[in-house]
């Protein structure tokens, strides 16, 4: 359980953070960076979140997906030991990937096929949301690179939860802009 009576412990001010662990580690630590991006994503889709009033199962799908943002977050502060025995650590699961699937397919459902590249853009909500896949799929390039460093452990969910998730937005986004009506098209070469 989390209790946070102090907001400020000090224990920072010399450029660390610590980890779930308990180690600290730099602020600038790839995993940090990782979890960091993680929160920023969670941060973006709150936003969007506020201009989807009209539309309480696209605002509940990530609602559901903020929890699991800070699952991730959890399960990226405390990297997996070597033998890690199941439970041990709050960890993202294959059955959260597989309702974000779900969660594509229901939307993008009642979406036409593309015939173009879209640009971020249309409503506000879909703006935000083409903010936040941008924000995710940086979050998903830090953990794809922290997993390739020697003590870097990532678990495969994890970084499956965070592709999946950008795919998501891209179609939420959709959605969002009247279910791709309301799409801004790329024009290549418009404004040689």
């Known amino acids: 359980m989390v209790k946070l009576n102090k ?4 224990t920072g001010d010399d450029g660390t953070t610590g980890l779930g ?9 790839l995993r940090v960076e990782a979890y960091g991006a993680v929160d920023e994503t969670n941060a973006v889709i709150g936003v969007a979140r506020l201009h989807l009033q009209g539309d309480p199962a696209l605002d509940g799908m990530l609602k559901r997906v903020q929890n699991d943002l800070f699952d991730l977050g959890a399960d990226l502060c405390v990297p997996p030991a070597p033998g890690e025995a199941e439970g041990a650590a709050l960890r993202i ?4 990937v597989a309702r974000l699937e779900a969660d594509i397919d229901t939307l993008n459902a009642g979406l036409s096929p593309l015939t173009s590249f879209i640009l971020p853009a249309g409503t506000a909500a879909a703006a935000h949301l083409h903010l936040a896949r941008t924000v995710c799929r940086r979050a998903e390039r830090i953990m794809v690179a922290l997993s390739h460093q020697a003590d870097g452990m990532v678990g495969a969910p994890a970084i499956h939860y965070v592709n999946r998730l950008s795919d998501l937005l891209f179609v939420a986004g959709r959605h969002a802009n009247a279910r791709g009506a309301d799409d801004v098209l790329w024009v290549p070469g418009a404004s040689r």
């Open 93 to 96: 699961v294959p059955a959260q």
């Open 21 to 29: 662990t308990g180690a600290r580690v730099a602020k600038y630590d």
């Open 7 to 10: 907001i400020y412990t000090r």
